[in-house]
């Protein structure tokens, strides 16, 4: 089978265990369960207590001992299991440590897909900034494709979406050990250090100025990705209680709704490498960053009725949000390091953005809206989503008036051996 095509399998099935349960459970938690806000924000801390450690651990057994894809296989058996487990759970507390267990399998494996994808391209002498992003696009066909199966099925408050993620999990991680083999690219036998021999080298990317303040940007951006992804899909569905908006179509499908974001994201992902190339890492990251504050500005005066203009146009607008910080946050760690942390350095970036940056926006997030905008009658959305067009305004602000990067367009593509 040709490469991509294998890469392009992998990335298909990859997001949608994800999209299959990830836009829904707030639905679930909220409608099947009623549990609390306070308790749901702690669940999508999940994925960030997991990017803390995970991916930069797996990322540094994947550089010294072994194979990056039978890592990736056992991660993705393992999790799914898990996710299996998840409809037996009947309490907020034992829900959390079992949706953490299967974060702690699951979060890894975003940076060991990127890793074993960028491998298997170089290792075929392909271009990885032209022939990632199309391969990458299917991960995002894959998430849609498992929102619109949860939704249509009737799945988006049952647990029924959990069996679905677990049982394509372990489907992915048995196809994994027949992809192209990724080994180990680190120490030699000559280099005895413990920092090299426990990969702890890629740390010494936070000496570099540049390097330093990108993870920074990328931890406080970070804070903003999961929130659409938590609350999305709840304030879609609460216009239910609005007598005019309760038989939209907004509210009737919510979830498809919702995956007008990923459809855009196929088209932006293609457009990366031109973006890259014509206007650099640092303007690619500033159109990401206010396509957030649009993002949330959007949701915060759209609704089914005569707003919904804008709730289409935030979803399209989430594919630059997302994919310019994302995939071409990625695309720059593998140009700016060399082969032998360049999986190390993955997981860092993956700490920061998913780990720090999303326990610091679930966990804040839930408590602000707890706090001050949440009463009686409901959940204040217009002014959630203000403040969180507010954060990302000052980010963006801050981001372009500190991070420095001289664009060279001849160097797209050229990665450090």
Known sequence: MN???????????QFFVWGAWLITVGVYWFQNKQWSGSEFGAIFST????????????????????????????????????????????????????????????MPTIALSNSISYNALKSNGLDVIKSFPPIRVWGTVGFIVAMWITNLSGNKDSSNQFYIAGVVAIGLGIYSFFLPKCPPQGATEGEKSIVKILGLDAFKLFKNYKMALFFLFSMLLGASLQLTNAYGDVFLDDFKHIAEFADSIVVKYSTLIMSISQISETLFILAIPFFLKRFGIKKVMLMSMFAWVLRFGLF?????GSGVWMIILSGIV???????????????????????????????????????????????????????????TGKDWNGIWLTFAIYSLIVTVLFALFFKHKHNPESIGEVNH
């Open 300 to 304: 915060a005066y759209g609704d089914p």
């Open 47 to 106: 994925m960030g207590i997991a990017s803390l450690f995970m991916p930069t651990l797996t990322g540094i057994i994947a550089d010294r001992w072994i194979n990056a894809e039978k890592l990736y296989a056992i991660l993705h058996i393992l999790g799914g299991l898990t996710l299996i487990f998840v409809p037996l759970i009947n309490n907020p507390n034992d829900f959390f440590w079992i949706i953490l267990l299967a974060m702690v399998f699951y």
């Open 318 to 376: 989430y594919g630059m949000a997302f994919d310019f910080f994302n995939i071409s946050g990625s695309l720059f760690v593998e140009t700016e390091t060399d082969a032998s942390t360049r999986n190390s350095a993955q997981g860092l970036f993956m700490m920061m953005t998913n780990g720090f940056g999303a326990i610091i926006g679930s966990v804040a997030s839930g408590i602000i809206i707890d706090q001050y905008f949440t009463s009686e």
């Open 3 to 13: 490469v991509k095509i294998k890469l392009t399998i992998m990335s298909f099935l």
